[in-house]
Structures are given as C-alpha cells and as structure tokens.
C-alpha cells in the first residue's frame, strides 16, 4: 500500500501449521485450507489477505535403510555390555513416532545347543521409543567355542498402525576362547584407583574389564576421575535403556541415591554430571572426593635410562674431582699426630640444645643455635628401660618424625610384653622439633583420660628421646570412617537389625547413627577434660584422633610422625604449615588459639563424622577460604544430617567465639542426641569399663598444673591463649594457656 507521503508500507508476517495430534491413514490424503488474515495496521479492504493451504497427508511406510546389519563383539565381554543400537529408517523425522523391537531366531526348529548361543544377544527399547539397543544378555555362551558368528531377525512394529519390517543382525565374536578367571562381577564403580580399576572386571564391560578416566583436579568439573564400564557411553549424563536395567552398570548417569561430596547432579535430576577428585559409588551411595594419593607417570622407560646414565656420569666426575682436592689439601696441610695406644674413646653423654622462653612462643630451627645446652633431666617415674623395648613396623611417618608398633617386656610392672606405639624423632630432626618432643612429654605426663591417649613412659637416657604411648588398633577416625565405607550398608540405613550386626568380631560391623554419635561424645568428653585442665588442642580434627579396640576414641596429636600436609588442607607460612579448613575465624585473622576455637575445629569434626571422613570444603582451595569465611559462608548441610546435628555445627562456626557452645554443652546434648537414637549407647554400662582406663596416679581433680619449667600454676588462669605473630608449626600434642 502506498503511504500518503510517497514511498511503500508493507507488514509481513510468517504463519505455520502445525498438526496436533496423530492422524492413522493408509493412503494419500490432501486436504485444502482457507484462512483470512486482517491488518489492523491496514483498516479496509487493502488489510485483508486471504491464505490458502494445500495439505497433502502421507501414511508412514517403515522400513530399514539396510537388509544386513553387523556388529562386534568381544568374547571377553561382560553382561550388560552393549552391542549396538539399530533404528527405522527416518525414526527420528517423525514426532509421536513409536516402534518397538523384538529379536528372533532365524531357523526355529535350530537344535537346543545353538538355541543356547544365540541366549548370548538380546534388544531393550530405548526410553524415547525409537531405537532398539542390543546388549550380551548371556556372556557365558560367548565363552564357548560351539558359539560362532550369530545371525538373528530384528523385527520391528509401528505403535499406531502395527506396520511390520525387519532386517537381519549378524554378530562377529571377536577375541580368544579362553577360560576367564571366576571372580564376580561387581560394579567398576567401586575401584577408586587406575591400577585397581583396569584389573577388574565389572558389569557392562565391553572388553572383559573396566576402564578409566583421568579427570582434572580443578574444583567440581565434568571430567571427572571415575572408574566406567564402556567410556564411550558411561559417564554422559544420561542413563539409556540399557545401564537402567542394573543401577550397579553406570550409577555415575542412573544412580538416584546420595551423594557425599561437591557434585552436581544430572539434568533429569539423576546420576552425576559433575565432580570434585574422583567419583566412586558403594552400594546405594557414591562419593565424590579428591584422592590423597594419585599415580602419575613422570618418566617412561628411555627416560630412565637416560637419567640413570646421567646420574652415573656425574657421580665419576664427582670422585674423580673429590680425590684430587683432597689430595691437594692432603699436601698443604699439617700432619695430624698420630695416636698412641694410650688414647682411648668414651662415648659422650647425650646432650641436647634446649630451652623454653619465658613469653612461651615457640621459635624456628633456625634459632635453635642461641640456646643454651644442658642433658636432659631423667624421670624416675617415667623412665622405661630401652632394652626392654623391641620396635617393629613404622604406623606413621612424617617429615621430621615417626611412629613405630612396638612391644614392651614389664611394662609398668605388668609380667610379659605389651603392645605399644612408639613416637621418635627422624635423623634430619632440628632442635625446634626436639623441643616440640619434650614439651609433648611434660604435657602427656599430667595428662589422663579415657578418651585422651595415654602415655606410659619415655627412653631419655643414652639414646634418641622415645616415648612410649598406647596402641591403638585402627589408626586414625578418619582412615577409620573411609574404611567403613566398604563394610555392608551404610550408617544410612538406620533400621538395619541391630542384634545381626555383632559378628565375630564386634569392631567390624557397619556404623550406625548411633556408632556416629557415639564417636562424636567420646571425642567431646576428652576435649572437655582438656579444656578443664587449661589446654588449646590447636589441631583438632579427625586425623587426629585415634580408634583404639572397641571403638574407642582417643584424642591425640601425631604432628610428628604423620605426612598430613595436603596441598587441601595445609598452607603454606614462613615457619611451616597451618591446618586452615579446621582453623577458627579469630585463629587465621588473628592469630588466637583458645578453647573456644577447639570448638570450632571440633564442628569441623562433625562434619567429617557425618560424611564418614569427607573432605571438608570440597571444592575450595584453602586461600580462597579466608574471605569466604569472613562473608559468613559455612558448609552446608551434608545429605543424611539430622538439622539437630547441623545446628551444632553452625553453633559451633559462630563468628563471636563468646556465641560458641563450651565442650560441657556440647557432650550434654550429644548425650541426648544418642538417646533419641534407635541405636542408643549404654552409657552407663561403658562407665566402669572407661574407668579402668585410669591409672592408680593422681585423680583428674588433684592433678597439679604446671608450666613449660614445671612451675606449679593456679587453676584460675585465664581462657584465652594468644599466639606469636608468626605461625608455628603445629606439632606438639597440646597448648598450655
């Protein structure tokens, strides 16, 4: 239409149509539409369009685009793996489209031993009802050497018009005959390492054994590490017909249950399409964690062998060089006397540089040359001879010290040999980290209490500094609760028969809620009597608590003797390195250890409890944690957490450490945590037994305190203990304020 100013106006404007539901033809229809369109941008006749539509409606003829389809398939294969996926032709060009697959036996009247071959294929529908997905339904006859090439008959059959077609499958087996080795067929999910994963064998595994994928260690990524069936379809966030048939086939895409860890789950709501570390699934439950240790291959073979050969060389020249300085100096130099029958050789007491400043802040090795140098004092009391000590095989080891199993003979005059666990020093030991030895030694002398590990005595004298504490069976709480992991069902599973757990051995049963709170009580108790007897853990967490038979927890401070500086869980400061996922508030900013920021690290504690040894913080690098902490960020509820145990936790990561529970509060509601539990600890029935665990010396009560040279102190000290400026080492057991 022409515009009263010249020039043109014109609208356009697109329309389709769109069917709205299935039409059921058998031949051609056309149909004609007319439409009207008005304007209102046009008043009149010039904005009115008449539309006319030409539809022409076409039965849907099915039909395979081949008459022959081949496949693959490894005689190693394992149930459930899958073959292949066959489709009508144009399947996916259609909407409301659905055909369904049946696979048949050419020759019926085949005799039963061939029948039994082709038992090895069958065909599952897939959940868009289009495709067909062929899988071994039988891996035993792939085995056999009178089961060669199959050929089979697809059929497949239209929904709407029962249209029939077909084609013909013809699987190759491919790969030797030989016998595999029986073992079950578990989950590849399971194996947390490469080298375990690709030794397994595991349902729907296309080539016999699992295979794994490396993933990248950066935050909660989609590449993740995992251990999968068939890579090329296992993990890709979508569980087809086939992995749904058995959750344990790729629970990485199908698994509905909890996930312990950062993840994220699947767009449909299952599986897992992202992870933090590694991703492995046990039973109901999988876990997404970054391993503590991972294999990397740094140097193949040649490389060796190039660096042996380097390594080699430079030592020659290194001789050669070293002989002849030492020759020159040899001619330079004086003659020593040479010595007379006479002399003879005593071996000098054993003398240490040690001290202990007034202000009590511990200093660096590089100090260590200002102090003065005196014997260490021997304890009587404490003094345990060192023939009477056999050590054995190295429980832990850190960087500058260790801890051995041991058996003592007459230990405490008690007749015949008890099993111990022996701390000591390394030979590259300074004596910054002697000091730490001897501070723990004055410490563990007053300290005693069930749930506290016990000293029984020391080896000061004509040797290296040992002291000698209790052994406790399991190791630290958190190997203890990842071990756990594999042991039956979960601590989820609350209703599971308590009188059934007990077997041989009582330790060995799964956890229960109970157990869990339990352990968590225990652990309160003991900080509870530190906290009495005015003392800062500093480094609370459940690394650093032992599990001693019959489940006992035992607060202790291996800093010596563990390797516990993770790049996730340590940094970094000039005068070594600080625990900062379990670190108060007022610790990192301030540099202020007190009681109540042992409550923090004890909420900590909980959570890792809770998530049976999980990484807290998963996916947080430890320097982005100081100002995600001060913007009041806080972990958040792990799945399976009652909100009563959560809200502890939050008390206890208050900001104002003055708001914090005391560890009295906290064993109080503990205590009736475990009372409303199903799995309910008798309290009363552990007291005598806790009880023995008391030696005959002084009561907790008339245990003197004293400070670092063994001056009594008065019992109304102040609450708050504050740190030099510069971060130490956090190594010895425990602080006194």
Same mark, same amino acid.
């Given at each position: 239409?022409?515009s009263?100013?010249?020039?043109?106006?014109?609208?356009?404007?697109?329309?389709?149509?769109?069917l709205k539901?299935?039409l059921?033809?058998?031949?051609n229809?056309?149909?004609y539409?007319?439409?009207?369109?008005?304007?209102?941008?046009?008043?009149?006749?010039?904005?009115t369009?008449?539309l006319r539509f030409?539809v022409?409606?076409?039965?849907?003829?099915?039909?395979?685009?081949n008459?022959t389809?081949?496949?693959t398939?490894s005689?190693?294969?394992?149930v459930?793996?899958?073959v292949?996926?066959?489709?009508v032709e144009?399947?996916?060009?259609f909407?409301?489209f659905?055909v369904?697959?049946?696979l048949?036996?050419?020759?019926?009247?085949?005799?039963?031993?061939?029948l039994?071959c082709?038992?090895?294929i069958?065909?599952?529908?897939?959940?868009?009802g289009?495709?067909g997905?062929l899988y071994?339904?039988?891996?035993e006859?792939?085995h056999?050497p009178?089961?060669?090439?199959l050929?089979?008959i697809?059929v497949?059959?239209e929904?709407?018009?029962?249209q029939?077609?077909s084609?013909q499958?013809?699987?190759?087996l491919d790969g030797s005959?030989?016998?595999?080795?029986s073992?079950?067929?578990?989950?590849?999910?399971?194996?947390r390492?490469?080298k375990?994963?690709?030794?397994?064998?595991g349902?729907g595994?296309t080539m016999?054994?699992?295979?794994?994928?490396?993933g990248?260690?950066?935050?909660?990524s989609?590449?993740?590490?995992?251990?999968?069936?068939?890579l090329k379809?296992?993990?890709d966030?979508f569980?087809?017909?086939?992995?749904?048939?058995?959750?344990?086939?790729?629970?990485?895409d199908?698994?509905?249950?909890?996930?312990?860890?950062?993840?994220?789950?699947g767009?449909?709501g299952?599986?897992i399409k992202?992870?933090?570390?590694?991703?492995?699934c046990?039973?109901?439950?999988?876990?997404?964690?970054k391993e503590?240790?991972?294999?990397?291959?740094?140097?193949d073979?040649?490389c060796?062998?190039?660096f042996a050969?380097s390594l080699?060389?430079?030592f020659?020249?290194f001789i050669i060089?070293?002989?002849y300085?030492i020759r020159?100096?040899n001619k330079?130099?004086?003659?020593?006397?040479?010595a007379?029958a006479e002399?003879?050789f005593r071996?000098?007491?054993?003398v240490y540089?040690?001290?202990?400043?007034?202000?009590n802040?511990?200093?660096?090795?590089q100090?260590?040359i200002?102090?003065d140098?005196?014997?260490?004092?021997?304890?009587?009391?404490?003094?345990?001879?060192?023939?009477n000590?056999?050590?054995?095989?190295?429980l832990g080891?850190?960087?500058? @010290?260790?801890?051995? *199993?041991?058996?003592a #003979?007459? +230990?405490?005059g008690?007749?015949?040999?008890?099993t111990v666990? =022996? %701390?000591?020093?390394?030979?590259n030991a300074?004596h910054?980290?002697l000091?730490?030895?001897?501070?723990?030694f004055?410490?563990?002398k007053q300290v005693?209490?069930?749930?506290?590990?016990?000293?029984?005595?020391?080896?000061?004298?004509d040797?290296?500094l040992y002291l000698?504490?209790?052994?406790?069976?399991?190791?630290?709480?958190r190997?203890?609760?990842?071990e756990s992991?594999?042991?039956?069902p979960?601590?989820?599973?609350?209703?599971?028969?308590?009188?059934?757990?007990y077997l041989?051995?009582p330790?060995d049963r799964a956890?229960?809620m109970?157990?869990?709170?339990?352990?968590?009580?225990q652990?309160s108790r003991?900080?509870?009597y530190?906290?009495?007897?005015k003392?800062?853990h500093?480094d609370?967490?459940a690394r650093?608590?032992?599990v001693?038979? @019959?489940r006992?927890? *035992?607060?202790?401070d #291996?800093? +010596?003797?563990?390797?516990?500086y993770?790049?996730d869980s340590y =940094? %970094?400061?000039?005068?070594?390195?600080?625990?900062?996922?379990?670190?108060?508030i007022?610790?990192?900013?301030?540099h202020?250890?007190?009681?109540q920021?042992?409550?923090?690290s004890?909420?900590?504690l909980l959570?890792?409890?809770?998530t049976?040894?999980?990484?807290?913080?998963?996916?947080?690098a430890?320097e982005r944690l100081?100002?995600?902490?001060?913007?009041?960020y806080r972990?958040?509820?792990?799945?399976?957490?009652?909100?009563?145990?959560?809200?502890?936790?939050?008390?206890?990561?208050?900001?104002?450490?003055?708001?914090?529970?005391?560890f009295?509060?906290?064993?109080?509601e503990?205590e009736?945590?475990?009372v409303?539990?199903?799995?309910?600890?008798?309290?009363?029935a552990?007291?005598?037994?806790?009880?023995?665990?008391y030696d005959?010396?002084l009561?907790?009560?008339d245990?003197p305190?004293?400070?670092?040279?063994?001056t009594?102190?008065?019992?109304?000290l102040p609450?708050?203990?504050?740190?030099?400026?510069l971060?130490?080492?956090i190594?010895?057991?425990f602080?006194?304020f």
């Amino acid at each position: 239409r022409k515009s009263p100013y010249g020039g043109v106006r014109e609208s356009v404007r697109d329309y389709q149509l769109v069917l709205k539901k299935n039409l059921c033809v058998t031949e051609n229809r056309s149909v004609y539409l007319d439409y009207q369109v008005n304007d209102a941008t046009y008043p009149g006749l010039d904005g009115t369009v008449l539309l006319r539509f030409n539809v022409t409606i076409l039965p849907v003829i099915i039909h395979f685009a081949n008459i022959t389809h081949k496949f693959t398939v490894s005689r190693r294969a394992s149930v459930y793996a899958k073959v292949g996926s066959i489709c009508v032709e144009n399947c996916l060009q259609f909407d409301g489209f659905s055909v369904t697959y049946q696979l048949e036996v050419p020759d019926r009247n085949t005799s039963a031993d061939p029948l039994s071959c082709y038992s090895a294929i069958s065909i599952t529908q897939a959940p868009d009802g289009k495709w067909g997905m062929l899988y071994v339904n039988n891996s035993e006859a792939l085995h056999s050497p009178s089961c060669q090439d199959l050929l089979y008959i697809v059929v497949a059959q239209e929904g709407l018009t029962q249209q029939e077609a077909s084609t013909q499958i013809q699987i190759t087996l491919d790969g030797s005959m030989e016998e595999l080795q029986s073992q079950s067929l578990l989950s590849c999910a399971e194996n947390r390492q490469q080298k375990e994963c690709e030794s397994a064998r595991g349902l729907g595994a296309t080539m016999g054994t699992c295979q794994w994928r490396q993933g990248i260690d950066r935050g909660i990524s989609e590449n993740y590490s995992t251990c999968s069936p068939d890579l090329k379809t296992c993990p890709d966030s979508f569980c087809d017909a086939v992995e749904s048939k058995d959750s344990s086939i790729c629970p990485q895409d199908c698994t509905t249950g909890d996930v312990i860890g950062g993840f994220e789950r699947g767009t449909s709501g299952i599986g897992i399409k992202a992870c933090h570390g590694t991703c492995y699934c046990l039973s109901r439950n999988c876990f997404c964690e970054k391993e503590d240790f991972e294999e990397v291959v740094i140097c193949d073979e040649m490389c060796k062998t190039i660096f042996a050969s380097s390594l080699l060389l430079c030592f020659v020249v290194f001789i050669i060089l070293s002989s002849y300085l030492i020759r020159l100096y040899n001619k330079s130099s004086p003659k020593p006397p040479i010595a007379s029958a006479e002399m003879t050789f005593r071996r000098p007491a054993q003398v240490y540089p040690i001290s202990f400043p007034g202000n009590n802040v511990r200093r660096g090795s590089q100090e260590s040359i200002e102090t003065d140098t005196f014997k260490i004092p021997e304890d009587p009391k404490w003094e345990f001879p060192r023939k009477n000590l056999v050590l054995g095989k190295t429980l832990g080891e850190g960087e500058f @010290g260790k801890v051995v *199993k041991a058996t003592a #003979f007459r +230990l405490k005059g008690k007749a015949g040999y008890t099993t111990v666990a =022996v %701390k000591m020093l390394k030979e590259n030991a300074s004596h910054s980290e002697l000091r730490d030895l001897l501070s723990e030694f004055t410490l563990l002398k007053q300290v005693n209490h069930p749930h506290v590990i016990k000293m029984y005595g020391a080896c000061s004298q004509d040797g290296p500094l040992y002291l000698i504490v209790e052994y406790a069976k399991y190791g630290s709480l958190r190997n203890f609760l990842r071990e756990s992991r594999k042991v039956g069902p979960s601590y989820m599973g609350r209703d599971a028969n308590r009188n059934s757990s007990y077997l041989e051995n009582p330790d060995d049963r799964a956890l229960t809620m109970g157990d869990l709170i339990s352990f968590a009580w225990q652990i309160s108790r003991g900080m509870q009597y530190l906290a009495e007897m005015k003392l800062v853990h500093r480094d609370l967490a459940a690394r650093n608590v032992l599990v001693a038979e @019959g489940r006992k927890m *035992k607060i202790s401070d #291996f800093g +010596l003797s563990r390797d516990v500086y993770e790049e996730d869980s340590y =940094v %970094k400061r000039s005068k070594g390195r600080i625990p900062v996922k379990w670190m108060a508030i007022e610790s990192l900013f301030d540099h202020i250890y007190t009681t109540q920021s042992d409550v923090w690290s004890f909420g900590v504690l909980l959570w890792e409890i809770v998530t049976l040894g999980g990484n807290p913080y998963p996916g947080i690098a430890p320097e982005r944690l100081f100002n995600l902490l001060k913007t009041g960020y806080r972990m958040e509820r792990p799945e399976n957490c009652s909100e009563e145990m959560y809200n502890l936790m939050l008390r206890c990561w208050k900001q104002e450490s003055d708001k914090r529970p005391t560890f009295s509060d906290i064993s109080k509601e503990l205590e009736r945590m475990m009372v409303k539990s199903r799995d309910y600890l008798d309290l009363a029935a552990s007291t005598p037994a806790d009880a023995l665990l008391y030696d005959d010396a002084l009561s907790e009560e008339d245990t003197p305190l004293v400070d670092c040279n063994n001056t009594p102190l008065p019992r109304t000290l102040p609450s708050t203990w504050i740190e030099n400026k510069l971060y130490g080492r956090i190594s010895h057991a425990f602080t006194r304020f």
